[in-house]
T-cell receptor
């Protein structure tokens, strides 16, 4: 099982550049989400989705866009990168509530993004 | 809004000893789920243990156990017989029964000394 696959593992951008972080899962999970991890701040939720065609904002959505055209894929787009977006990004997925209670999140291996 | 607080940024323990990591949370929901995740230097997020709020019995997974105090909104993780491989960041997380979102604490870095 591949689980949750994130690409790339590392990325360096210049201020103002755009890019897309890819996330795919093969577990038929309805719920997918993006977190950013910064020292001393834990993991903060950027955007999430409970199914194809449905997305919603988390705690820190500004500067990021998402879409969910299929169950498997949930890309995160940075439209105009800023140094404040330097972070480690995690994609995570799970079954939604009501289908499997207490379903834990399955995480990708993360993307380290540096914006100069 | 729900919040999760880990008040210990760093902890250390001697190999084979026991250590307890603290976690408190704030919620008005009666049904929810709590998790502990481990993040070793590899950056991978690994589920350690989970607890359903409606269960009074504390969850246990081998050397890992929790002390769940619902009234106090406390969810501490006890690691027994600590091993060098337990060295990692540990995150406490909350998921309410009315949402799919998982809310994390800021983490505790655990060092294990031989």
């Amino acid at each position: 099982n591949a689980g949750v696959t994130q690409t790339p593992k590392f990325q360096v951008l210049k201020t103002g550049q755009s890019m897309t972080l890819q996330c795919a899962q093969d577990m038929n999970h309805e719920y997918m989400s993006w977190y950013r991890q910064d020292p001393g701040m834990g993991l903060r939720l950027i955007h999430y989705s409970v199914g194809a065609g449905i997305t919603d904002q988390g705690e820190v959505p500004n500067g990021y866009n998402v879409s969910r055209s299929t169950t498997e894929d949930f890309p995160l787009r940075l439209l105009s990168a800023a140094p404040s977006q330097t972070s480690v990004y995690f994609c995570a997925s799970s079954y939604i509530r009501g289908r499997v209670y207490n379903s834990p999140l399955h995480f990708g291996n993360g993307t380290r993004l540096t914006v100069t | 809004a729900q919040t999760v607080t880990q008040s210990q940024p760093e902890m250390s323990v001697q190999e084979a000893e026991t250590v307890t990591l603290s976690c408190t949370y704030d919620t008005s929901e009666s049904d929810y789920y709590l998790f502990w995740y481990k993040q070793p230097p590899s950056r991978q997020m690994i589920l350690v243990i989970r607890q359903e709020a409606y269960k009074q019995q504390n969850a246990t997974e081998n050397r890992f156990s929790v002390n769940f105090q619902k009234a106090a909104k406390s969810f501490s993780l006890k690691i027994s017989d600590s091993q060098l491989g337990d060295a990692a960041m540990y995150f406490c997380a909350y998921r309410g029964d009315n949402t799919d979102k998982l809310i994390f604490g800021t983490g505790t870095r655990l060092q294990v000394f031989p």
